[in-house]
T-cell receptor, first 116, second 115 residues
Framework: AQKITQTQPGMFVQEKEAVTLDCTYD???????LFWYKQPSSGEMIFLIY??????QNATEGRYSLNFQKARKSANLVISASQLGDSAMYFCAMREGGSNDYKLSFGAGTTVTVRA | GAGVSQSPSNKVTEKGKDVELRCDPI?????LYWYRQSLGQGLEFLIYFQGNSAPDKSGLPSDRFSAERTGGSVSTLTIQRTQQEDSAVYLCASSWSRESTDTQYFGPGTRLTVL
């Protein structure tokens, strides 16, 4: 079964508007971390934001915020005041806390195109 | 530099040749990971190092793939007798430790093309 599901293959957003990227996850581990990465056309994976399963508050980093709904197992990324430089592929990823699980499991990604 | 570096950035090889991909993690990071990104498979985990040992090799697709890490720093991923299906971007990442809360920071990747 897919551990991370991103249902939006592509999205268009107008410059200066906000956009929400969906991510749902599947795990039975009570301890896990959720991550969002940005991959521009240059190819590098850039870390954006992290949310831990025990965190009480939603994570925020500048224009990025994570809408964490634990009961629904969703971790949506919100990008506020979109900029042209935000055009990229965005990946949601999870790392489970089990002692033998070190890898990140990634979703398929969402391509965001910001229009001027 | 401060980030993860990888070399070469691009590698074109002929089917059947061996290739070596290099990763230089962030200084002080004890954990190192290799992933592969291809069109059909998305992002796949290959192998994980803690220090110089590799407790998790579960993602290596075949025995043609091997990796080592020396001095708790640089890692080399070797693909022997390359096949066209090995064509992909190979990404290396590092983190302070193996804890699930630790962010993995990625390098720019090596784009491998097997002709």
């Amino acid at each position: 079964a897919q551990k991370i599901t991103q249902t939006q293959p592509g999205m268009f957003v107008q410059e200066k508007e906000a956009v929400t990227l969906d991510c749902t996850y599947d795990t039975s581990d009570p301890s896990y971390g959720l991550f969002w990465y940005k991959q521009p056309s240059s190819g590098e994976m850039i870390f954006l934001i992290y949310q831990g399963s025990y965190d009480q508050q939603n994570a925020t980093e500048g224009r990025y915020s994570l809408n964490f709904q634990k009961a629904r197992k969703s971790a949506n990324l919100v990008i506020s005041a979109s900029q042209l430089g935000d055009s990229a592929m965005y990946f949601c990823a999870m790392r489970e806390g089990g002692s033998n699980d070190y890898k990140l499991s990634f979703g398929a990604g969402t391509t965001v195109t910001v229009r001027a | 530099g401060a980030g993860v570096s990888q070399s070469p950035s691009n590698k074109v090889t002929e089917k059947g040749k061996d290739v070596e991909l290099r990763c230089d993690p962030i200084s002080g990071h004890t954990a190192l990971y290799w992933y592969r990104q291809s069109l059909g498979q998305g992002l796949e985990f290959l192998i994980y190092f803690q220090g110089n040992s590799a407790p998790d090799k579960s993602g290596l697709p075949s025995d043609r793939f091997s990796a080592e890490r020396t001095g708790g720093s640089v890692s080399t991923l070797t693909i022997q007798r390359t096949q066209q299906e090995d064509s992909a971007v190979y990404l290396c990442a590092s983190s302070w430790s193996r804890e699930s809360t630790d962010t993995q920071y990625f390098g720019p990747g090596t784009r491998l093309t097997v002709l």
